[in-house]
């Protein structure tokens, strides 16, 4: 069985200050890896997402992520954050049906 | 604009009722969607795997006689909730893969889902 865990329930930081948002993950085989951004009653936004390749994937509005094997993480970063990001971020494991399998979610605030 | 659409974004009804609500991929074929459920400040559970020209499958404790999901075309999966109650109010958000053999425009990412932007449904 697959899963993917957000050992952060709330992660706050201050603008301008680097944000990091962890994910771990649980699979067998290659992992397909997924970050997804939720704004209050809205859809999921794709971020970014990690197939093969290099482990450092850089996505939408400035995030990045770091694909790490041996300590099967998934951490989704900025350098430099914004009040604008603040929302609910999920990390995601997809199976080879195409399902995808999400981490319990983590609130970002940036304060001003 | 939108990958993926939902109708009615939000909706309001008396217990008994049903309620359907429309999910539609705009710019590419989807033979595959996926409805979830939310709880407020929860994550998504994956409610069932909408297959069109075939039935959709259901994930465990998920009733098929209550949601009713049908894939009738390429880019268009409905899911209808059957004789709603206060219960089945929730967030529900389809999803949809762009997969290689779709017809993606070239700035869409292959092999990524793709979420409608969810219907809030309240069951009074």
């Known amino acids: 069985a697959q899963s993917v865990a957000q050992p952060e329930d709330q992660v706050n930081v201050a603008e301008g200050n680097p944000l990091t948002v962890k994910c771990t993950y649980s699979v067998s085989g290659n992992p397909y890896l997924f970050w997804y951004v939720q704004y209050p009653n809205r859809g999921l936004q794709f971020l970014l997402k990690?197939?093969?390749?290099?482990?450092l994937v850089k996505g939408s509005y400035g995030f990045e992520a770091e694909f790490n094997k041996s300590q099967t993480s998934f951490h989704l970063k900025k350098p430099s954050a914004l009040v604008s990001d603040s929302a609910l971020y999920f990390c995601a494991l997809r199976s080879n049906d195409y399902k995808l399998s999400f981490g319990a979610g983590t609130t970002v605030t940036v304060r001003a | 604009g939108a990958v993926v659409s939902q109708h009615p974004s939000r909706v309001i009804c008396k217990s008994g009722t049903s309620v359907k609500i429309e999910c539609r991929s705009l710019d590419f074929q989807a033979t595959t969607m996926f409805w979830y459920r939310q709880f407020p400040k929860k994550s998504l559970m994956l409610m069932a795997t909408s297959n069109e020209g075939s039935k959709a499958t259901y994930e465990q404790g998920v009733e098929k006689d209550k949601f009713l999901i049908n894939h009738a075309s390429l880019t268009l999966s409905t899911l209808t909730v059957t004789s709603a109650h206060p219960e089945d109010s929730s967030f529900y958000i389809c999803s949809a893969p762009t997969l290689a053999g779709g017809l993606a425009r070239a700035q869409r990412n292959t092999d990524t889902q793709y979420f409608g932007p969810g219907t809030r449904l309240t069951v009074l």
């Open positions: 990690y197939i093969t390749g290099d482990n």
